[in-house]
């Protein structure tokens, strides 16, 4: 994890300038070569805006997403947002010789991340592929300081971080157990390491469902521990396209690029309104829009594996190397569960105090609400040039800033208020 490092401690022992005044015009740095970042770099550079783009292109969904998995988006909701017309994945599919699909084509992960590199080669071609090590305040602008030791002040910031470092991991179960008996489902790639191995899969979303399915697929012997009552799987699409289906379907449940219906098509486009949306009731639109569920295509694969509904696990030990679970029903019960390793599907949740790269005293000037950061209609946290996007900014905008879908709203917004921003505080 990159920590900061104190920039402008060396910066003073070493005497260098680099204020507002010695600097012409210190660029916009996008911290992050995700969906989102990608997205923001493109809107930027439409702009005119300077800046630089740091990351691994697709990183996370190479490193941090399980081979083999499928995306449970569809494709017109999968496409990477960009000013001009020709960046879509049906272009780049087209580009690739590739046929035209629909709703009903699962997109594999391989394709997405293939996508995202094209896309990024195309649009982005200025990225610089290296981490950024820290951010501070620097006399109102960022001291910004690489992985390679660079040092260089810049007027914005955008963190497009995405999701890994809000990484979720109930404490009472993960730290009563060493770290070779339990992890988060985001540290894995390849989890034909379990093959022979009893694996209990904790979640019940589309993490935990497909991480089941491509754990028995691996010939591991995986047991999936649900809160809820039942599982849920989506349906198939009745068309390839929301535009060939009966004008009353329509109507009644209009298509989304989330799914149909009108809650889902409010939620795309009205991100602006969420945001002026009572804490409390934005909060419960953002958990249960889009709850916890198994895309259609996955149904079939669970048939063989063990799934304990409405159970919770009380506690977890480490018994000689075997995790010990014990796992209670509604009324009380407990059933005894031994497996080789325990895999938290337990998704993510907003903290800025986990976004290491930013300095102590950068976070705390940070007003946050449960964790995630204020954010102005423009993605501006409250310390100015510094921005958030993409799940970050979902406790605000509201579901859609959770999936690729999301990414033209919020690269519009961010790239507008950037330029805004640059010109009053000049
Ligand atoms: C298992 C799984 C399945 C999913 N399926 C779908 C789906 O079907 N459809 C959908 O729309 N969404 C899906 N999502 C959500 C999807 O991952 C997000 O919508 C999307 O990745 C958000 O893009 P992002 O750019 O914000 O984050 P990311 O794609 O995570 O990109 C953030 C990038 O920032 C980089 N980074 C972090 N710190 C630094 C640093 N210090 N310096 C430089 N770079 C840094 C990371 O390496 C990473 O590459 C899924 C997520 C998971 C976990």
């Given at each position: 994890m990159p920590m900061n490092t104190g920039f402008s401690a060396r910066r003073g022992a070493a005497?260098?300038?680099?204020?507002?005044?010695?600097?012409?015009?210190?660029p916009t740095v996008v911290i992050g070569a995700g969906p989102y970042g990608l997205a923001t770099a493109a809107w930027l550079s439409a702009a005119g805006t300077p800046r630089r783009v740091f990351g691994e292109p697709m990183e996370s969904w190479h490193t941090n997403m399980p081979m083999g998995m499928y995306l449970k988006s569809v494709p017109a909701a999968s496409s990477i947002s960009a000013p001009e017309s020709g960046y879509r994945l049906e272009d780049f599919r087209a580009a690739r010789g590739l046929g035209r699909v629909g709703d009903r084509y699962p997109i594999p992960v391989e394709e997405m991340i293939d996508y995202g590199r094209w896309f990024q080669e195309r649009r982005v071609p200025e990225l610089e592929?290296?981490?950024?090590q820290g951010v501070e305040h620097v006399d109102g602008l960022f001291g910004v300081t690489l992985d390679s030791g660079e040092e260089f002040l810049a007027e914005n910031v955008v963190m497009a971080t995405g999701q890994v470092p809000f990484a979720h991991e109930?404490?009472?179960?993960?730290?009563?157990l060493p770290g070779e008996l339990v992890s988060h489902t985001s540290r894995h790639r390849d989890l034909s390491r379990f093959s022979g191995q009893r694996v209990a899969v904790l979640g019940a979303g589309q993490s935990a469902l497909e991480s089941a399915a491509l754990l028995h697929e691996a010939g591991a012997l995986p047991t999936v521990i649900v809160r809820a009552p039942s599982v849920a799987f989506g349906s198939p699409p009745d068309t390839d396209r929301p535009s060939d289906r009966p004008r009353p379907v329509r109507l009644l449940k209009p298509g989304s690029p989330l799914g149909p219906g009108w809650s889902l098509l409010a939620c795309c486009h009205g991100g602006g309104a969420i945001r002026r949306l009572p804490q409390g009731l934005r909060t419960r639109l953002v958990h249960?829009?889009?709850?916890?569920?198994g895309g259609w295509w996955l149904r079939p694969r669970m048939d063989d594996i063990p799934v304990l509904c409405g159970r919770r696990v009380?506690?977890?030990?480490?018994?000689?190397?075997v995790v010990r679970l014990d796992v209670v029903d509604a009324y009380g019960r407990t059933r005894l569960l031994r497996a080789e390793h325990?895999?938290?599907a337990t998704g993510y949740r907003v903290d800025v105090d986990r976004l290491r790269i930013l300095a102590p005293r950068l976070r705390r000037e940070i007003w946050t609400v449960h964790g995630a950061p204020r954010l102005s209609s423009g993605f501006e946290s409250t310390v100015p040039g510094l921005y958030f996007t993409g799940l970050a900014a979902a406790p605000t905008f509201g579901p859609v800033l959770r999936f690729v879908a999301g990414t033209g709203f919020a690269a519009r917004r961010v790239a507008r208020s950037v330029a805004a921003g640059t010109r009053t505080r000049r």
């Open positions: 005497g260098s300038g680099g204020t507002r005044d010695s600097l012409r015009r210190p592929r290296q981490g950024v109930p404490a009472d179960l993960s730290g009563r249960d829009v889009l709850g916890p569920s009380r506690s977890a030990e480490d018994e000689d190397g325990l895999l938290l």
